[in-house]
């Protein structure tokens, strides 16, 4: 099984809501990490987990929150976002503590109304 | 600084022709150099990496990369396009070590008309 699955696939969720993004993968990898993409630019950093510790966080606003309950889990909560926040979630995950052979999910698509 | 460049933001490519798409970077430790692909609204998917050894490495769906430390530059290559090569092609630097993370170029929309 070489496959990162992302739940749901596509959210849309208001400013007032809680949701959360779920990532799985059983690749045995110990480093998971959470992307940022919009529209025809690159996925942008958030969020790395190493060894289930957060190991990595690119200043991003406390609205997004991370949790890693073991090693094959990977959510994100959200609360409060922003229209601006719209945009694809990715989700990755890599053998280690680094990127090196990282095999991505599909994302989930969030709008935010 | 760590960066990547793809100086092409669009390319566009008849079915059957070769393409090359161009990478170069800056990195000041061994670079670790990855291309990716991604479909409309997926993921991206590995195509191929260089680590070490042969410069000229081989990926998935017919393409192959050259690595040259020289220009700084791993240039995506595929000697005939296919119609379901359209898609959005990112180059990636990184290293092996703990903690650190891929830095992706800006990407190029790669189109094949027919």
């Known amino acids: 099984d070489t496959e990162v699955t992302q739940t749901p696939k596509h959210l849309v969720m208001g400013m007032t809501n809680k949701k959360s993004l779920k990532c799985e993968q059983h690749m045995g990898h110990r480093a998971m990490y959470w992307y940022k993409q919009k529209a025809k630019k690159p996925p942008e950093l958030m969020f790395v987990?190493?060894?289930?510790?957060?190991?990595i966080n690119e200043s991003v606003p406390s609205r997004f929150s991370p949790e890693c309950p073991n090693s094959s889990l990977l959510n994100l909560h959200l609360h409060a976002l922003q229209p601006e926040d719209s945009a694809l979630y990715l989700c990755a995950s890599s053998q280690g503590g680094s990127l090196a052979e990282a095999f991505f999910g599909q994302g989930t698509r969030l709008t935010v109304v | 600084a760590q960066s990547v460049t793809q100086p092409d933001i669009h390319i566009t490519v008849s079915e059957g022709a070769s393409l090359e798409l161009r990478c170069n970077y800056s990195?000041?430790?061994?670079?670790?150099l990855f291309w990716y692909v991604q479909s409309p609204g997926q993921g991206l998917q590995l195509l191929l990496k260089?680590?070490?050894?042969?410069?000229l490495v081989q990926g998935i769906k017919g393409f192959e990369a050259e690595f040259k430390r020289s220009q700084s530059s791993f240039n995506l290559r595929k000697p005939s396009v296919h119609w379901s090569d359209a898609a959005e092609y990112f180059c990636?630097?990184?290293?092996?070590?703990?903690?650190?993370?891929?830095?992706f170029g800006k990407g190029t929309t790669l189109s094949v008309s027919s």
């Open positions: 990195y000041g430790a061994t670079p670790y």
């Open positions: 987990y190493s060894y289930e510790k957060l190991s």
């Open positions: 260089y680590f070490s050894g042969d410069t």
């Open positions: 990636a630097v990184g290293a092996l070590q703990a903690g650190t993370a891929l830095i």
